[in-house]
């Protein structure tokens, strides 16, 4: 039976480097971010392998995130989850908004477990689901990070405890939490933390805290996700796997 992985926010930077990777270990991938128009559900993304296919999801959204689910089941043996959608909103406590709290919280945490509510149904032994977490789940240091740390740091403790509910079932859980992935042009939040108005300056501020003296690139992130989903990690589960240079043991 056709194997079928799931990329939320499968159109952004590191999640296109998922797709082209799941592609070649043999799954169609269904990439589905809210930015795709849901006319063209179930179509090809034109600039992505054969075997990536287009879905529009609102992780925020129950109802689209159920609709989703369901068309990844009908293609094949849904054996791969991989909750990369995310948002950032970098500021300080004084200034943090009802929008920012209630859009981070809801996406980064509420976003994944509402895409392991709809999956778990579909899930057979053998399936594994990887939450995409950050070093800012590990970390302080980061300017105005608070927020976004503090729901990273609760999709690590999901994911913990959904890998010893769903272990019984032979199914397991992991985290990868990657450190400055270097995605250009940088979002303003990125900007934010670096105390830069340009990519050029934002850069070499990260770059200044990150032992291998370079920014990770969205491609280093497929081989660790493709690791955990894949039977080489068949006794791993609840593990949550820094890719971030040695920016946190530093």
């Not at 890998?163 to 990868?176: K, M």
Request: charged share 15%; aromatic share 4%; glycine share 12%.
């Amino acid at each position: 039976m056709t194997k079928v992985a799931l990329v939320t926010g499968g159109t952004g930077g590191i999640g296109r480097e998922l797709n082209k990777r799941l592609v070649s270990d043999g799954y169609i991938v269904v990439a589905a971010d809210m930015a795709i128009d849901p006319k063209h559900n179930g179509g090809p993304a034109v600039d992505q392998p054969d075997g990536v296919l287009l879905h529009h999801v609102n992780v925020m959204d129950q109802e689209t995130v159920d609709v989703c689910i369901a068309h990844c089941a009908s293609l094949g043996d849904l054996q791969g989850i991989v909750n990369c959608a995310g948002i950032l909103r970098h500021g300080f406590v004084e200034d943090l908004t009802e929008e920012a709290i209630n859009t981070v919280w809801q996406t980064n945490l509420g976003g994944a477990a509402r895409v392991c509510k709809a999956a778990s149904p579909h899930l057979n032994e053998g399936a594994s689901i990887v939450n995409i977490s950050s070093v800012t789940a590990s970390i302080g240091r980061m300017p105005g990070g608070s927020l976004y740390g503090a729901s990273k740091a609760a999709l690590e403790a999901f994911t913990r405890y959904l890998a010893s509910e769903l272990a019984p079932r032979g199914i397991r859980v992991n985290a990868l939490a990657p450190g400055y992935i270097e995605v250009l042009p940088m979002s303003p939040s990125m900007r934010f933390i670096a105390n830069s108005d340009n990519d050029e300056d934002a850069v070499k501020w990260l770059v200044s805290h990150v032992p291998m003296g370079r920014m990770g690139q969205p491609e280093e992130m497929a081989g660790p996700v493709s690791f955990l989903l894949s039977e080489d990690s068949s006794y791993v589960t609840g593990h949550v796997l820094l890719a971030d240079g040695g920016l946190v043991t530093a």
